[in-house]
């Protein structure tokens, strides 16, 4: 059975094709500012994306009649477990009036679904952002009415546990993993008998990212957002020029590592030593959640292919538990496998 993948971006769409399990063609779309600038919301994107889709599918020989399914990147949808959700109309309202803001990501819910109704098969969306399996006690955050929230790279991080667990020589259900992804975003989780118990998101707590400062002190938040800026001034600051772009200036990387270890550059160096120093310090944590149980620890996405920065990590947490590298980052197959575990007889989750 083949299975057509989409995965909207902020400034690309990407796009498979998966007969079963093999990836048999692949693309990248990408969307210059110039294309994006005519629409005000990125739900009005939709049919612009759409549009690309079906042109790019009918040049590599496909039609929608090709596939049993197709299979869209969930977004900042509601709080849900994770697993495959067939698209309903309750998701499709809240991504059309999406609860937690909007994000390229919310796209995924909606193409799936009219890509679906046009060939007349099954969509679905699979562990989104907003997947929730955090234990109540997790849950607390020390001030009554704010309570902290699950968003961290599910897709990834449940697809990376699984392949993990395989390595071990168990399934996803009966083992105990700390799963730091370290893309332009980090996340640092728990996983524990299948569920995500807890888990540190760049958005709100944790390491900072590339642009993202992750825990920051309480007063000196408050200080700033009382300096005279507006609210949405503060969100941009603290949401894509904060972490490492807030001290040396760029979003990527490899550059940091260069000029730290290349250029020899002492503001890069501290920034590179301090990513490393605080994720370590969330994956203590999480070990503790774990009540120091753990199978293994495992490096995902793009920082892990440097192996100066996960042995950098490691040199801090390499006596807790076996360290297992799973570079780069498997969303398109992940979202793949999800649709086939439910063409293949796993019941579908309902959304709402």
Request: with cysteine; net charge negative.
């Amino acid at each position: 059975m083949k299975v057509l993948v989409i995965n909207p971006g902020a400034t690309s769409t990407k796009v498979s094709v998966f007969d079963e399990e093999n990836e048999v063609f692949k693309t990248n779309l990408v969307h210059s500012a110039q294309d994006l600038a005519p629409f005000a919301h990125v739900v009005e994107q939709g049919d612009f994306r759409k549009a690309l889709i079906l042109q790019t599918l009918e040049q590599a020989g496909y039609q929608l009649s090709d596939f049993a399914a197709v299979c869209g990147r969930g977004g900042l949808l509601r709080h849900i477990p994770s697993g495959t959700y067939a698209i309903n109309d309750a998701a499709i309202a809240d991504v059309m009036d999406p609860p937690y803001g909007e994000h390229a990501s919310n796209l995924g819910v909606l193409l799936a679904r009219e890509l679906g109704d046009m060939a007349g098969i099954p969509a679905y969306f699979v562990d989104p952002v907003c997947v929730d399996e955090m234990t109540p006690v997790a849950h607390v955050s020390g001030f009554k009415g704010m309570q902290r929230e699950s968003f961290f790279h599910a897709l990834n991080q449940k697809s990376i546990a699984r392949k993990a667990a395989r390595m071990l020589n168990k399934s996803y259900q009966e083992a105990r993993l700390i799963v730091v992804h370290m893309g332009g975003g980090v996340s640092v989780a728990a996983h524990e008998n299948g569920l995500v118990v807890d888990d540190y998101n760049v958005k709100d707590e944790g390491a900072f990212g590339m642009d993202r400062g992750g825990s920051l002190p309480v007063n000196a938040v408050i200080n700033l957002c009382f300096s005279g800026i507006t609210k949405q001034d503060a969100k941009r600051m603290l949401g894509v020029e904060a972490g490492a772009y807030s001290y040396v200036g760029t979003k990527d990387f490899r550059e940091v590592e260069r000029r730290a270890f290349q250029e020899n550059d002492p503001d890069c160096r501290l920034v590179f030593d301090a990513m490393a120093y605080q994720l370590a310090k969330d994956i203590g944590a999480m070990a503790a959640v774990l009540k120091f149980q753990v199978d293994a620890v495992v490096y995902t996405g793009g920082m892990a292919y440097s192996d100066r920065f996960t042995q950098a990590i490691t040199d801090y947490v390499g006596k807790l538990a076996p360290i297992l590298r799973l570079p780069g980052e498997e969303e398109m197959r992940a979202l793949a496998e999800g649709a086939l575990r439910v063409l293949h007889g796993e019941p579908a989750k309902v959304y709402g």
